[in-house]
């Protein structure tokens, strides 16, 4: 069984900037992937960023591409999340997920993902 426990997040104005951390315990084997989804109030719960644990690949949505970045500590069982040039189009909760076996097509599906995070809100004023 693996758990998620994520941190961090918080209220910032637009432009400004934030970071979520993600710990994983338990093993999610060497061919995982770990994403960041996000979920407004009545909106769908969407990909944001998607990193391959083994090889580091990284894969972004269009809309945050350029401003957020994903990284990872493997040694330390974590996922990052940091959020430049925010938006009020950001605010949401953030959700950090693993899955043991993932491709690349489908790294930034939520259906793709088996282990959830509790999630974390961002907030972003204008």
């Known amino acids: 069984q693996v758990q998620l426990e994520e941190s961090g997040g918080g209220s910032v104005q637009a432009g400004g900037s934030l970071s979520l951390s993600c710990v994983a315990s338990g093993d999610i084997g060497s061919s995982a992937c770990m994403g960041w989804f996000r979920q407004a109030p009545g909106k769908a719960r969407d990909g944001v960023a998607g990193?391959?644990?083994?090889?580091?690949?990284?894969y972004y949505a269009d809309s945050v591409r350029g401003r957020f970045t994903i990284s990872q500590d493997k040694a330390k069982n974590m996922v990052y999340l940091e959020m430049n040039s925010l938006t009020p189009e950001d605010t949401g909760m953030y959700y950090c997920?693993?899955?043991?076996?993932?491709?690349?097509?489908?790294?930034?599906?939520?259906?793709?993902?088996?282990?959830w995070g509790q999630g974390s809100q961002v907030t972003v004023s204008s």
């Open positions: 997920a693993a899955v043991r076996l993932c491709e690349s097509d489908t790294i930034l599906s939520p259906r793709t993902y088996t282990y």
């Open positions: 990193v391959f644990v083994s090889f580091g690949d990284t």
